[in-house]
């Protein structure tokens, strides 16, 4: 059982406090991803499970035990670096038997269990050669199979696909995924980067200046964001967000601004009338071609599978629509707009809390 | 990047895996504060406490062939006579004006130096073997050597003397027995040893120009000189920051090439004020003045002291905030 | 490319084609040469007066290369066999023991630079992992070295010559001196070492990334298992390069060496310096025998490390 449960943690350097308390429930053999901004504490707390840093003040239980104080050594984890933290000076080999030989290990069950672990991650011919002489995918790999090799329940990754480019990066994702069905321990992995949370994860944990803005399910996260900071940090291109009020009007609820009225969904809380809100909606819910609003195009990013259309309306408010990528549209040209109200968020202006 | 954060706080004594901890931390303590109690405590030992001792002494009346248990407290009086004396001053400012003239030297030969090995192509390897020799030879074997070659029926002699007769002269110069020679002679010595220095400090300082930046420079159209001026120039700051501080601290402690060569003579006027003291305690046998003495030249050197160092500091600190800014996140 | 010093700057590769005989590279060389010929002659001059008999030693115009090239010299001082004409009295009484000398640097430098290597790497490792002495201390312990060893070399004088002995005899009974002892040398060239030895194994302790130890402590290594298997082998390459270094020092070391020790102990360069002062006729031939001795293992040393000495003076001028 690899339950891991995080209460009431706190984390105070000196006068600064990068946790501010967190609670969390990681189930058994899930894989959890907790993303946020650089200086977040999403390290400093992933640091803390592992044991490297101890926390000013929680708990923290894995299975049934509670491994707040206790060495790292002796939590049965596996952890990867960013930096990978490969031994330089000993071979693939000794790399991947080290956690084996440190429990003191007998000689054959280090062999065989090594050899084991280098044929799942396909680096039995590395064995012999040292980390430097491997390609990046193949250091990766590495340090996944000396992870592994020790049988942890619980796998910590401090963003372990950050240093690598691009298709290598996309590569390792899926390898990470399969990695973990087959495994089934629970995996406990930190990153930046939201496509990366998107895709990996069994369920996202946003964590903003020390505490949990919002914990669920991928597509709940970006379907229902929290709080407008989540409903910003996911979601490429960044969504459009607009300041202004809600109205009571005989049609609805309406979102009024200088420059624009935005018919509001019924399902809107009638309490919002006469409220400050900011008003997001996502650039594929930016229809165009329709509705009584107009802007003009500023700039054109053809993806492929669809058109990126940056244009402004009013006085000068910028807005991004995904669109079709068969519509060709230039700068300068006019167009008419509107959004999909089943589609839009509502946040209160300052504490940026969902409303709706 | 230290590991400061990452240790044991510690926390109350309680059975199983605190314990555990307890007994890691007790590891930690031990490398913590071992090595550095340890160190400190040889520093204290062997330098603090004799110098606390020497303030002692810089107040006592004493000679050394007379025991210990005979001297006395005198105030002042020692540090009067010190600051009184000619001699002490006169050395002082000696070591001053060879240092500033060496130093000066070996800062332009060794940039010099450097900037030619770097341009250079062939032979480096061999360039850079030769050059840093001299700074590897032992000061005192140098100082041997220096004394033969400025016998007056020495190779120098030798080979000035077509210059030497030609304008009327004796070519067997008597080097060493004309003060201003003996200190012309004394600063030679020194630049020949530590030009390596800088040229070591300023060949490093080359090697870690960032090609990118010239290239620049040189695609947007600046010519030679620009280049070296406005680019080149001001990234090796650190490099001769460095070196003026390095060189300047060793060079005013001179003392072996004057005990080889001249002994502070003719007369005295190539005496350091290193070896002013030495004569002071050990030919003299004034200790306590010897340690009047030592106690003054440590309070004005401590202010050059602390002033390199705050300038390797803030030298190192710039650097660092250089290399932030280029870019690696946390 | 950062470290690399025999790497020749871009524009001089790209102009390597280019004219050979370019007036700016002649120049150079020019230059560059001239001043190896100024480095190398003292050397030079050294190296073959000691293979010349004492009737060449000081003779107008001075003989560039021995005529009758001899290795006497090298056989008076390796045998305590030195008789010439004007060599004064306590001279002959107390043979100018090379050997003695060599024994006395061998053993103050070998024992005072290991025992500054250990103390110091343990320490150097304290202040990269956990931040010991504060953050300026890295740049302070370089202020003992920076103090002019005069002003070291009379209150250590004093400790070792007549304090130590009054406090021992007060509190034993027994006058122990530490003057003229191998031991209180050592004990003063540790001291004086580890501002260097903290100084560079600093630089090379932090170039081990501690992710790597926080992936060996993760696995279950406890700190020494740690520092053993992964930093030390890391590092050792440092280690020598350190040790070399002061050993280097340590064995040009002369003041302090000149102050603390008469007669019983003598490190090379004191002995050097003894010979020039007892002597009345210089001893030329023996004298640039004895340099040549003390000068061929440390040139031999240094040129191993050269590379790295590099690194040790750069002072974070280096970019990573």
Redesign the interface.
Known sequence: MARIVLKDLVKEFGLFRAVKGINLDIQDGEFLIMVGPSGCGKTTTLNMI???VPPTSGSITIGDKDVTFME???RG???M???L?????MTVFENVA??LR??DTPESEIKERVHKAADAMHITPLLSKRPGQCSGGEAQRVALA?TLV?NPEVYLMDEPLSSLDAKLRIDMRTELKGLHKRLKGTFVYVTHDQAEAMTMADRIVVINGGRIEQLGEPLEIYRKPATRFVAGFFGMPTMNFLEGEVAAADGGPLFTNAAIRVPLDATTPASLAGRKVVLGVRSEHVETGTGTNSGEVRLIEPLGDASLVFFEFGDATRLVAKVDPDLEFKSNDKLTFEFDPGNCHLFDTESGVRLN | ????T??GTGGPARQGPRMRLRA?LG??RV??????V??EG??L???I???L??IY?SFLRWRANRP??QAYLSGFRNYEQVLTNEGFWLSLGRTFYFAGAAVTFELI?GF??AM??????R???I????????????????G??????Y?D???LN?LL?PITTALGFDP?IRWLSDPTAAQLAIIFADI?QWTS?TF??F?????????QL??AA?IMGANRRQIFFWVELPLLK??IV?AIV?RS?EA??M??PI??LTFGGPGTSTQT??HY??EQ??MFNK?SF??AA?VL??IM?SVL??T??WL??R??DQ??N??LN?GSDR | M????????????AK?HKARFDKR?IV??A??IA??L??????Y??LQ?SFKDSGEW?????H?VPHEPTLKNYEQIFTFNVQQAGVARDATEQPFNIWGSLADSLIICTFSSLIALL??T??A??I??????GK?FR??V???R??????????????FA??IP?ATESVFGTRISLFDTRIGVI??Y??IS?PFV?WMMLAFI?EV?????????????????TIRK?VL??VASGMVVTFLFIF?LN??E??LA??LTHPDVST??VL??KF?SASEGRL?GP??AI?TV??IP??I???LI?KH???G????????
């Open positions: 592992s044991g490297l790292p050594g002796e984890l596996g952890m670096f960013q930096d933290a490969l031994f330089p000076h080290f956690g440190v429990k000396r020790t | 990047m230290t590991d400061a990452l240790n890691w590891q930690e490398f913590r504060w071992i090595p550095f340890l160190v040889v520093f030992l062997v330098i406490i004799p110098f001792l020497t002494i210990f248990e030969v010099l130096l030619a090995v770097h341009r250079v192509v032979g480096r390897r360039y850079i073997t030769l050059f840093l020799i001299p700074m590897m030879l032992v000061p005192v074997v140098a041997y050597n220096f004394s033969m070659i016998l029926s020495g190779p030798q003397s067997r020949w220095l070591l400090i060949l490093s300082g080359f090697s870690a120009l960032p090609p010239i290239n040189r650190p490099a460095i390095i601290m005013l402690k003392f072996d005990v080889m004020i290193a003291l030495w305690v050990w200790f010897g340690a030592s030249v440590l050197f002291i602390f390199g160092i390797l500091i030298q190192s650097v660092e250089q290399q280029t | 950062t470290d690399d010093i025999y790497k020749p700057s871009a524009d001089a590769v390597r590279v150079r060389h230059f560059l001043w190896a100024v480095v190398m002659f003292p050397i001059w050294m007066t000081v003779t107008w115009p001075p560039w103390l110091g343990f320490l490792y304290s990269s992992r956990f931040n010991v002495g300026r740049h302070s370089l202020m003992i920076m103090i002019p060893p005069i002003v070291i070399a009379i209150p250590v004088l004093m400790y007549v304090i009054f004990m003063l540790i001291a580890l903290i932090d990334p501690y992710t790597v130890e926080h992936a060996a402590r993760i696995m279950g290594a406890s700190r020494m298992y992964i082998p890391l280097i064995w040009a002369f003041l000149l102050t090379l360069p050097l310096n020039q030329y004298q640039a340099g003390i000068t440390v040139v040393m240094g040129i050269q000495l590099v690194k003076f750069s002072f974070g001028m280096m970019r990573r």
